[in-house]
Nanobody, 121 residues
Framework: VQLQASGGGLVQAGGSLTLSCAAS????????MGWFRQAPGKEREFVAA????????YYADSVKGRFTISRDNAKNTLYLQMNSLKPEDTAVYYC???????????????WGQGTLVTVSS
């Protein structure tokens, strides 16, 4: 599975941004797709995930109510709608795919290249 993330940029606090992740290859085998982020000097952390079939969603507490993950199966594209952005949301955001069942929060084997989101105060 190949993943290509896009949509990052600079936004003011309180603003919105939508990330996209185009998937290609063995997408029919995908079980979960997710978004992770890594802020400067910090470890990568889980943000949100979605079951590719069925659409069940999972969120980190820090983004619940502000971020929405969705997918377009026909376009093999994953989205992350981010609202009410805060400076602490500043990070490189990565999309990822997991081909087998299990935890939606870890164990992803396929990663995109990352897209930078900067939230100014």
């Amino acid at each position: 599975v190949q993943l290509q993330a896009s949509g990052g940029g600079l936004v003011q606090a309180g603003g919105s941004l939508t990330l996209s992740c185009a998937a290609s290859g063995r997408t029919f085998s995908t079980y979960y797709m997710g978004w992770f982020r890594q802020a400067p000097g910090k470890e990568r952390e889980f943000v949100a995930a979605i079951r590719w079939t069925g659409g069940a969603t999972y969120y980190a507490d820090s983004v619940k109510g502000r971020f929405t993950i969705s997918r377009d199966n026909a376009k093999n594209t994953l989205y992350l709608q981010m609202n009410s952005l805060k400076p602490e949301d500043t990070a490189v955001y990565y999309c990822a795919a997991r081909l087998n069942s299990g935890s939606a929060y870890s164990g992803y084997g396929y990663w995109g290249q990352g897209t930078l989101v900067t939230v100014s105060s």
